[in-house]
């Protein structure tokens, strides 16, 4: 058993996502998994969505990804269009392969309000994305600032910033990206993870 998954996904799989979801050629692509099924993490979606709100401006072809279908799409969804940002804002649903927008995606944004080590950004680090996050719960135990991602309050106009940074400094991207891809191969396949529970196991029998 490996690490979070990843699945191998073909430049054919890539335009049918991009066709099926009118995304075409526009760039760049942000992208956030799964942050509709929870309050705290449907609040940082807001505020992420604020925040690209200010980048359309500077970047007009912007668009935010945004997969699954949880009790507050409705929500989000109508926030977005509130905010006049539903035409830089695509809401997925579920889908079956999350690979395919990590793929595509040039950034991937977690931006919640609580979280414990969410897979998706386990999944997106093993695929050397460049990665903008809060600072929440279990996520600076992968993230460590400036070393392997970003991390930033969730205050729209600073991840507007941090992403306006990455964008404009692609060689920090990939940097930041392939320091991701390596912390996750050191620090968090599933063999190291049993690892340290059979320690936890081992430890608590013995007190």
């Not at 996904?9 to 998994?33: K, M, Q, Y």
């Not at 969410?118 to 695929?127: G, H, K, N, V």
Request: with cysteine.
């Amino acid at each position: 058993m490996r690490g979070p998954e990843v699945v191998a996904v073909t430049s054919e799989e890539v335009a049918a996502f991009r066709e099926r979801f009118g995304i075409g050629d526009r760039r760049p692509v942000l992208l956030a998994l799964g942050l509709t099924a929870l309050k705290y993490k449907a609040e940082g979606l807001k505020h992420l969505i604020q925040a690209v709100n200010l980048l359309k401006e500077k970047y007009p072809g912007v668009v935010l990804i945004a997969t699954r279908r949880g009790v507050f799409s409705p929500e989000v969804e109508e926030f977005a269009r509130a905010e006049g940002a539903s035409e830089h804002v695509v809401f997925t649903g579920d889908i079956e392969n999350p690979s395919v927008p990590l793929s595509l995606c040039d950034i991937y944004t977690h931006i919640t309000l609580g979280d414990g080590l969410p897979i998706a950004l386990l999944e997106a680090m093993a695929m050397g994305k460049p990665i903008v996050a809060t600072p929440v719960a279990g996520i600076p135990e992968a993230i460590r600032d400036g070393e392997n991602g970003i991390l930033v309050p969730p205050e729209p106009a600073e991840i507007a910033e941090k992403i306006d940074y990455l964008l404009k400094n692609p060689d920090v991207a990939r940097r930041l990206g392939e320091a991701a891809k390596r912390t996750v191969e050191e620090r968090f396949t599933w063999q190291k993870s049993a690892a340290k529970f059979l320690v936890l196991f081992s430890d608590g029998r013995r007190v």
